[in-house]
């Protein structure tokens, strides 16, 4: 069962544009969700997080925004950058840490 | 700070061979994870930790085998490997497992021929 979906496997996108990467849950008990970034041949680095008492968290160029009602969050990256092209998880925070499977974003030049 | 370090990164084993996935931080954090990623596939966990003497199952624990005797090392133990266990072992470690982010090691890539 996963709790955690990411339906987007993959997203290509225009430098200087928005990417808009998205993530849905099935469970309402997270009070965490995270998303993380992989570049090939790394290990994942956390990128940002949201508490489940939010509707948005903002860091820089990325903000991730919570739609509880919609079981929905999403990650804007404004603007996009070629160094931002990796695969990018999000995480519910628990004991017992679910992933989405990522989605892989391209930023061409 | 090294982080969270992991050896060997590569590994080819037979089937029915043994090894140990060693995992290492320096952070201090009392929990710690072991997750397996498959192509295609986010990360699954296999094992965790919430301190030294305590461990417990993931999603995906058929196959391997941990122990926690110090706050600083989390090795995996693969007996008796199979070609299901190929994939690449992410060791993390975290000082919160809510809101705490989780610090990854660089990974290990396991073949299993």
């Known amino acids: 069962d996963q709790q955690v979906k990411q339906n987007s496997p993959s997203l290509s996108v225009q430098e200087g544009r928005i990417s808009i990467l998205n993530c849905d849950y099935t469970?309402?008990?997270?009070?965490?969700f995270l998303w993380y970034k992989k570049y090939p041949a790394e290990g994942p680095t956390f990128l940002i997080s949201?508490?489940?008492?939010?509707d948005k968290n903002e860091d820089g160029r990325f903000t991730v925004f919570l739609n509880k009602s919609a079981k929905h969050l999403s990650l804007h990256i404004v603007p996009s950058q070629p160094g931002d092209s990796a695969v990018y998880f999000c995480?519910?925070?628990?004991?017992?840490?679910?992933f989405g499977r990522g989605t892989s974003l391209i930023v061409h030049p | 700070n090294a982080g969270v370090t992991q050896t060997p990164k590569f590994r080819i084993l037979k089937i029915g061979q043994s090894m140990t996935l060693q995992c290492a931080q320096d952070?201090?954090?009392?929990?710690m994870y072991w997750y397996r990623q498959d192509p295609g596939m986010g990360l699954k966990l296999i094992y965790y930790?919430?301190?030294?003497?305590?461990?417990d199952k993931g999603e995906v624990p058929n196959g391997y085998n941990v122990s926690r005797s110090t706050t600083e090392d989390f090795p995996l133990r693969l007996e008796l490997a199979a070609p299901s266990q190929t994939s690449v072992y992410f060791c993390?470690?975290?000082?919160?497992?809510?809101?705490?982010?989780?610090?990854f090691g660089p990974g290990t890539r396991l073949t299993v021929t």
């Open positions: 469970n309402s008990m997270f009070d965490y």
């Open positions: 993390a470690s975290s000082y919160s497992p809510g809101s705490g982010e989780q610090y």
């Open positions: 930790s919430v301190g030294a003497g305590i461990t």
């Open positions: 952070m201090n954090h009392n929990y």
């Open positions: 949201i508490s489940s008492i939010k």
């Open positions: 995480a519910r925070g628990s004991y017992i840490p679910t």
